[in-house]
């Protein structure tokens, strides 16, 4: 009998490994292509005429100019929507083009397609709408406040939710109390919106080439709005430049379709950043109101809460960002009783969706703004108050469901304390002529400060996010491995949009079947849905998949093996690149036990059923759960208000770093958007209309406001993943926000300042003035 | 729409003569972003004016003591010596002007041509009482920079006149620039300032950027500061500078919009003010 040696290297390109992925190079080079490069001979472009009220009544259409100028192919509108009128990833409430009413600022109305971009823009010129514009309705409490004109005919209140459990009246020596509120933020992706559409011979189906985060749940929208059988949609991944929620919903697709069949031709269409501002939904500005209670030790005993998000004119996912909002309420804490009430509304202001974290950022901000007043109001430091509180596997949320995942929140709480201080000095290590490094102070190339001008503080925010779809939803994903010859190809849907799935795909079926070649086909329709690479949920779903059609694959090749040798297939084992018999000295590569072998596996990965939340919001919900802590260190300049982030260090619980090079990476770039939140990033729309949609104005971090990340993986296998890995990508924004708020209220508190900061982002105004 | 690429002034004088509606073209960074943005569409002639070395030069003077700026140099350009030791507080500026791409486009005669109160390079040229050199076919004429910024995006330029040449004055004594923007880096002022202390003539002058339509100056709080500084000593009696820093704050002008707030943008420049000075003068004690 073989011992198999265990020689803890690790074999290169396995799970575990860091291997440089696929797409890194060429998009460093800039030869990757972006959807937004897609074009094809004789292509037409398309264009999209937007509302410019936030709520009106449309009383005419008139295209008549614009088909008079040369060069313009096609003008449509809602009269040219064969199918559904309407579309939506949760109920289908908005409109492919607005027929009678327009509910938003730049709301799709028309849209033409033309020889070249130049003419498309001088054919939206010339159609003429004719409007009767309507006072908007943009205050969220007055449209849960029944009475107002609805503004749509599903009604003003996208959804309503409490949740009442344990003894909603318990209360405790210590309580506090707060209102917070969020602003909108943009997901600010990088690779605009763009897709090209290629009609079949004949003009009866069509193949779209886009940026998406969901190619199937497109492709069932499409079909359904264009009156055309599933089968007749076929969507291919094209580059996709980042995505964070904005991709989930419809934006150009069925615009970008609708033209390319009506005219037999390809059609291109493409957002310029302004556009890309109207045509996703952002994140959803919340209120929150809390009130915690807890015993004189700080143990908490009960919260309360009050949540009202801002869904915008139409619902796309705001139930489902409303359910992850309150049953998040208690934050990563054992609390026994709670009871929240909750409304998604409607309103003008521009439709809110997924972004990275979807309600649990919102929630966020505000529990744990909470928890450091409960601290102050016990004596106790910031990170005592967590760790007495924090949740552990078996805890229940308000909603009754107990966390069953692995549930480190203690763990990651104390090592993220272990990370050192940063040791450089406000302003950083002097020049050489002893003048402090003005990049490094707040207000940086500006040159405000003075290095005695500035104060340092520290805050801290713990975080938990629920992983994958909630409340009954079947995200299931689908993969398909071949083996042979020794090469796997894996196909599947999964939307590749930046996180870097294809390379752990890869690294998945070289550690399941022991190979080193592993071919990624196109990303496509031509294979089951993936679900959408969102909630944190693709290396679990699709990784799970991956793993799954692998493993099946290589049960075949035992099979194949054990034929040929007469060895019962359930003593092969995978050593390596070989296949070895665990019962005897049979040891043979696979390249070879795979030769002249067909071997093509296809299997679709299901997580657990989840449940409805009842009337009082009880139900097991959720599917998983992850959790992180998040440390700020901040330098402030009181009387300016201006901040500079020091430092950022973290401990996330990621079951098991599968990449560890890309979980970094998600780590730094999550902590970039919630910094960026945190001071910064907000959509501002008065009256409705959008006022900072282009880069000039809408700040995201730089390089100079990101400062080092120092990181601990907190790696305890979760028994419920497949691959024991949690999902990486929301909890990073989520605690981090807060963190840096916290260390600003900490920094003003030690320049005898007190400022309650309940807003994010917070602006230079709310600490100074 | 055709592109003139002239390469000496007068062709590109000429050129404007003869199409006074055309768009003049330096380093782009701001018209581009016009077209891009649909705000302008150049339909005739446009004349770029990179090539056009004239307009890309500086000379020092040092008898007179000027320093003269073409229109076509670079922010880069301007912050690397002698310039950056000549005129400090453009240098200053010229550092905190978009990003390295941007600052090895973009101009200060474009930073001028498009007159936003937020253009770094303007709070400077006012506070050092710039003389501007403007060309057209019809001659020379020599403006103040004050005179040539009229409002916001506005200049008192007329059609066919383009700007040749910025002569700046070579003083001895401390001088700043400071810009308040909501990121630290890359981000347009909601608030600047710039101080400018001439030891020679025991004068100063501040100037304010992002504070009203156009710069703002403040002649009081200059003539306020100039007589309590000790020259000798190079210092200023603390209660002094807080009503230096009252003075600014209340000749700003400012407004509310979406990037901030009147309220903050007058406290801002107040500080900004009062950290200028406290850069260029010892505080001392306050007087009795
Ligand atoms: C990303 C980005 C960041 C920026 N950041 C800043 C910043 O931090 N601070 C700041 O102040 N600005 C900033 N700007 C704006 C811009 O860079 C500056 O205003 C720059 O000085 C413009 O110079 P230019 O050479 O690019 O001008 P252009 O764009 O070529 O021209 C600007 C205007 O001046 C006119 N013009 C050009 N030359 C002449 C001339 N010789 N005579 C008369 N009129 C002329 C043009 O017709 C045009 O109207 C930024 C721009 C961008 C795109």
């Known amino acids: ?769 | 729409m055709t592109v003139a690429v002239p390469t000496t002034l007068d062709e590109a004088v000429r050129l404007f003569a003869a199409e006074p509606s055309a768009m003049l073209l330096a380093g782009g960074t701001d018209a581009m972003v016009e077209i891009n943005d649909g705000h302008r569409r150049p339909g005739g002639l446009v004349i770029a004016l990179n090539r056009v070395s004239d307009l890309r030069t500086w000379r020092h003077d040092a008898e007179r003591r000027t320093l003269t700026i073409g229109a076509g140099v670079t922010y880069s350009e301007l912050m690397q010596e002698p310039i950056a030791t000549l005129a400090p507080a453009l240098a200053d500026a010229s550092r905190t002007v978009g990003s390295p791409q941007i600052r090895n486009a973009g101009t200060l005669g474009g930073n001028l041509g498009t007159c936003s109160p937020a253009g770094d390079g303007l709070p400077v040229l006012s506070a050092l009482g710039a003389q501007v050199r403007i060309v057209s076919a019809a001659g020379e004429r020599a403006a103040s920079v004050d005179d040539v910024m009229v409002g916001v995006k506005r200049t008192s330029l007329k059609p066919g006149e383009m700007i040749a040449e910025i002569v700046l004055p070579v003083l001895d004594g401390w001088q700043g620039y400071a810009k308040v923007g909501v990121r630290n880096a890359m981000v347009i002022a909601i608030a600047s300032a710039c101080l400018v202390v001439d030891t020679d003539a025991r004068q100063l002058s501040i100037a304010l950027g992002s504070v009203g339509p156009t710069i703002v100056r403040c002649p009081e709080a200059e003539r306020q500061l100039a007589a309590a500084v000790d020259w000798a000593a190079l210092s200023v009696p603390s209660d002094a500078l807080d009503e230096f820093v009252g003075l600014v704050s209340s000749a700003s002008r400012p407004i509310t919009d979406h990037r901030s707030t009147a309220d903050y943008r007058r406290h801002a420049v107040g500080v900004l003010a009062k950290r200028l000075a406290r850069r260029a003068f010892t505080a001392g004690e306050r007087r009795s």
């Open chain 1, 1 to 769: 009998m073989s011992v198999v040696e265990d020689t803890q290297t690790l074999r290169a390109g396995t799970i575990g490994d860091s291997p440089a992925r696929p797409d890194g190079i060429s998009k460093v080079q800039g030869g990757y292509a972006f959807s937004s490069d897609l074009s094809a001979d004789g292509c037409l472009f398309g264009a999209t005429l937007r509302s410019p009220y936030p709520y009106a009544r449309i009383v005419s259409i008139d295209q008549s100019a614009a088909w008079k100028i040369s060069g313009v192919e096609a003008v449509i509108t809602a009269d040219d929507v064969p199918g559904q009128l309407t579309y939506g990833l949760i109920s289908q409430d908005q409109p492919v083009f607005a027929s009678d009413v327009v509910r938003y600022v730049g709301e799709p109305v028309a849209a033409v397609a033309a020889l070249d971009p130049e003419t498309a823009r001088r054919a939206l010129d010339a159609i003429v709408v004719e409007y009767d514009e309507r006072s908007p309705l943009l205050d969220p409490e007055t449209a849960i406040a029944e009475g107002h004109e609805l503004i749509h005919p599903d009604g003003n209140l996208i959804r309503h939710q409490r949740i009442v459990h344990g003894n909603p009246d318990a209360s405790g020596a210590v309580v506090v109390e707060g209102t917070y509120e969020i602003g909108m933020q943009d997901q600010a992706f990088l690779g605009l919106e763009a897709a090209i559409a290629y009609p079949d011979p004949g003009a009866d189906g069509v193949e779209l080439h886009l940026a998406t985060q969901w190619l199937h749940e497109d492709q069932g929208q499409i079909a359904a709005c264009l009156g055309v059988s599933d089968d007749k949609v076929r969507l291919v991944l094209g580059g996709v430049g980042g995505a964070f929620g904005a991709r989930e919903d419809i934006s150009l697709q069925v615009h970008t379709c609708l033209l390319a069949l009506r005219l037999g031709r390809p059609v291109r269409m493409a957002y310029s950043r302004a556009e890309s501002f109207l045509g996703h939904v952002h994140r959803h500005p919340a209120t929150i109101w809390m009130r915690h209670h807890a015993d004189a030790a700080g143990t908490l005993v009960n919260v309360e809460a009050r949540f009202v998000f801002d869904g915008g004119a139409y619902a796309s996912t705001s139930s489902a960002v409303l359910v992850n909002g309150i049953t998040m309420a208690q934050g990563p804490y054992a609390c026994p009783n709670g009871q929240v009430d909750g409304y998604a509304v409607r309103t003008n202001h521009l439709p809110c969706g997924a972004m990275r974290g979807f309600g649990a950022v919102q929630a966020c901000f505000a529990y744990e703004s909470q928890m450091d007043k409960l601290a102050d109001a016990c004596g106790l430091e910031p990170q005592e108050i967590r760790v007495r509180n924090a949740m552990r596997t078996g805890d229940t949320l308000l909603t009754g469901q107990p966390v069953m995942n692995v549930a480190p929140v203690e763990e990651c709480i104390r090592e993220t304390a272990a990370l050192p201080l940063p040791d450089e000095p406000v302003g950083g290590a002097p020049l050489g002529d002893g003048s402090p490094n003005v990049m490094k102070l707040p207000g940086g190339a500006g040159r405000t400060a003075d290095t005695r001008d500035i104060v340092r503080g520290i805050g801290w925010g713990v975080s938990i996010k629920n992983l994958m779809y909630s409340e009954t939803f079947d995200d299931y994903s689908t993969a398909r491995c071949r083996l042979t010859d020794g090469v796997v190809t894996l196909k599947f849907a999964t939307a590749e949009v930046g996180q870097g799935f294809i390379t752990i795909a890869g690294q998945i079926a070289r550690t399941v079947l022991g190979v080193d070649e592993v071919v990624l086909d196109q990303i496509d329709t031509g294979v089951g849905s993936a679900g959408s690479t969102s909630a944190s949920r693709q290396t679990w779903m699709s990784g799970g998949a991956v793993d799954a059609a692998c493993r099946a694959a290589r049960e075949r090749l035992f099979e194949a093996v054990g034929r040929s040798y007469g060895i019962e297939p359930v003593r092969f084992m995978i050593d390596g690149t070989d296949v070895i018999d665990t019962a005897g000295d049979l040891r043979i590569p696979v390249s070879e036990a795979s030769a002249g072998l067909e071997i093509e596996e296809t299997v679709e990965y299901h997580h657990p059923e989840t449940e409805d939340l009842d009337e009082l919001g009880q139900g097991n919900c959720h599917t998983a759960f992850a959790f992180v802590a998040h440390r700020a260190v901040v330098d402030v300049d009181p009387e300016l208000g201006l901040v500079k982030v020091i430092q950022i260090a973290t401990a996330q619980d990621v079951g098991n770093a599968l990449n560890p090079l890309s979980v970094v990476g998600q780590i730094e770039g999550g902590i970039a958007q919630g910094l960026g939140l945190a001071v910064m990033e907000e959509i501002i729309q008065i009256d409705g209309v959008i006022r900072n949609g282009n880069f000039t104005d809408y700040l995201l971090p730089t390089f100079l406001d990101m400062p080092p990340v120092l990181t601990t993986l907190i790696e305890q296998p979760d028994p419920h993943a497949p691959l024991g890995a949690k999902g990486v990508g929301e909890p990073p924004c989520i605690s981090s926000t807060p963190a840096v708020v916290a260390a600003i209220r900490d920094a003003l508190r030690q320049a005898g300042i007190e400022k309650p900061l309940n807003r994010v982002p917070v602006r230079p105004a709310d600490i100074c003035l």
